[in-house]
Nanobody, 129 residues
């Protein structure tokens, strides 16, 4: 199964910033929307952000809205997650996923994990002083 690759995780102090990158085969990225999910220790994996194939109107979880920005560069088969003003509660393994669905005018709701056919192995983000 084709896999996506995440990078950019690490240790950062509260209030700091990180940019995560997700890359993969072109046929995977062009198959639909791409998204970020995260899983904190002892918790279920949760949705973070999703962006459609033409990068119109991304959708964010309330917990990251105003702090995180998702973008994608289709020509390079890459998606990014710019994370600013990080908090301890953002500590998690971050996963990217591809193959979901958003309408031609944007993403309007939290997509279920089952919508996505391709996943990465995750990158650890730790926010701590």
């Amino acid at each position: 199964q084709a896999r996506l690759i995440e990078s950019g995780g690490g240790l950062v102090q509260p209030g700091g910033s990180l940019r995560l990158t997700c890359s993969g085969p072109g046929h995977i990225f062009s198959s639909g929307s791409t998204a970020w999910f995260r899983q904190a220790p002892g918790k279920e994996r949760e949705f973070v952000a999703v962006i459609g194939t033409i990068a119109v109107r991304p959708y964010y979880a309330d917990s990251v809205k105003g702090r995180f920005t998702v973008s994608r560069h289709n020509a390079e088969n890459t998606m990014y997650l710019q994370m600013n003003n990080l908090k301890a509660e953002d500590t998690a393994v971050y996963y990217c996923a591809a193959g979901g669905y958003c309408s031609s005018v944007g993403c309007y709701s939290e997509p279920p994990e089952g919508d996505f056919s391709s996943w990465g192995q995750g990158t650890q983000v730790t926010v701590s002083s």
